[in-house]
């Protein structure tokens, strides 16, 4: 893609760098976003793959805030939905992670794909917090590394993938935002180191003292990483894993609850608050079957506490 990006700036509409026929396309994205968001996005990615077709092959730079710049391919099927100015991404993490602004943290952004969160963290509005935006896809890591030098490069990146241990794995996939190293090694994809979230500690790059946000987003692998993570776990670190909607067991969460010393947090969306489980029973009403559900995993008496505080914001409520 040699051709400038394509400018939009989430809060104001503002759209440059386009011809007639291509903003009418953006327009049709957004229209098919609005309508789609009544059932949960379901279809919206299939007419983006049509409009595609006729779509110059380009990138969105998406203005997020003043200092925050994400890079994703116009026309998108995944990302395309943030073209809805309404649409909130994983809110219940942006929540947490706006709250934090005055924290001094760390995200350890594992399955960080085009860098969204780490753009986000690293901008002034969340506080300029430090982050490491792991990703173990070729493709999806050149988006990466454009949306860290979009923003003056501030957030460190690293291509690898994340287990419960060192090694090499073969990554898979046919949608970008869920290319997994889960599955028969010998199938086709490509090969990627795998690090464990605590070898960053090994490797002096964080310390191990620190306050982290880990979020895990890494396509069937969050029990291995969440014991790849032990250590930075048993301090002040909190770890955001995906327990996809679809997954009407629970696996992720039952495994924190039954498995680790870890408390487990979920944001009931109607309640409007950050609730400590003891079992997987409130999730089949708060759980979407059509998308995934980040829970919160922690030990740290500074995270929970932080979180009741943060309940007790009238700002929650406000959103």
Request: hydrophobic letters at 45%.
């Amino acid at each position: 893609m040699n051709a400038q990006p394509i400018r939009f700036d989430r809060s104001t509409g503002a759209l440059e760098g386009v011809n007639a026929w291509e903003r009418f396309a953006v327009l049709l994205l957004i229209g098919g976003a609005k309508i789609s968001s009544r059932f949960s996005h379901h279809g919206y990615r299939w007419g983006c793959n049509l409009l595609r077709w006729a779509l110059p092959s380009r990138e969105v730079a998406m203005k997020l805030g003043p200092d925050a710049t994400f890079i994703f391919p116009y026309g998108d099927g995944y990302w395309s939905k943030m073209l809805d100015r309404s649409f909130r991404y994983e809110e219940e993490l942006e929540l947490l992670l706006r709250a934090a602004r005055d924290v001094d943290y760390t995200l350890i952004d594992c399955g960080a794909n085009f860098g969204f969160f780490s753009v986000l963290v690293s901008s002034a509005a969340f506080g300029s917090r430090p982050s490491i935006a792991i990703e173990p896809s070729s493709a999806n890591y050149a988006l990466l590394t454009k949306s860290a030098a979009a923003n003056g490069n501030r957030f460190r990146t690293i291509r690898a993938a994340i287990g419960a241990e060192r090694g090499t794995a073969r990554l898979s996939g046919f949608k970008h935002e869920g290319m997994s190293i889960v599955g028969d090694p010998s199938t086709s994809g490509e090969e990627v180191p795998v690090i464990a979230v605590d070898n960053l500690v090994d490797d002096g790059i964080i310390a191990a003292d620190g306050k982290y946000v880990i979020k895990l987003d890494v396509e069937g692998v969050e029990i291995e990483a969440l014991k790849g993570a032990a250590r930075l776990l048993a301090g002040d670190s909190i770890a955001v894993c995906e327990d996809h909607g679809s997954d009407r067991n629970h696996t992720v969460s039952r495994f924190v609850l039954n498995e680790t010393a870890l408390e487990l947090v979920v944001f009931d969306p109607v309640a409007r608050r950050f609730e400590r489980l003891t079992d997987v029973t409130p999730l089949d009403r708060i759980k979407n079957a059509r998308i995934g559900y980040n829970v919160f995993a922690t030990a740290s008496p500074f995270w929970l506490d932080f979180i009741e505080r943060l309940n007790a914001s009238p700002a929650l409520r406000a959103q």
